[in-house]
């Protein structure tokens, strides 16, 4: 089981927050899919998913998505994917 808690910001303080469970093991290849399906669910624009936020979540347990990797407008300065252990 995956758990991801999502968060954005602005202005440095958190504006939603959620924890999104994903079944089955993390998987790198997927990462892209879990962004959708979490930028869907919480009903926001999806950013584009480049190999170093990917490689960052791999690695560091987190990956941030900047302002500018969005192509539509966003009301937050930041989206972050934090892996939850279990």
Known sequence: MVKIWVKTNLNKKITKSEIFVFEGKYEETR????????????????????????????????????????VESVDFDELSLENCKV
């Not at 950013?47 to 979540?57: G, I, R």
């Open 31 to 70: 990462f892209e899919e879990y962004v959708r399906e979490i930028c869907n669910d919480m009903d926001i624009p999806t950013p584009v998913v480049l190999s170093s936020h990917v490689s960052a979540f791999t690695r560091y347990n987190i990956s941030r998505f900047k302002k500018g990797d969005f």
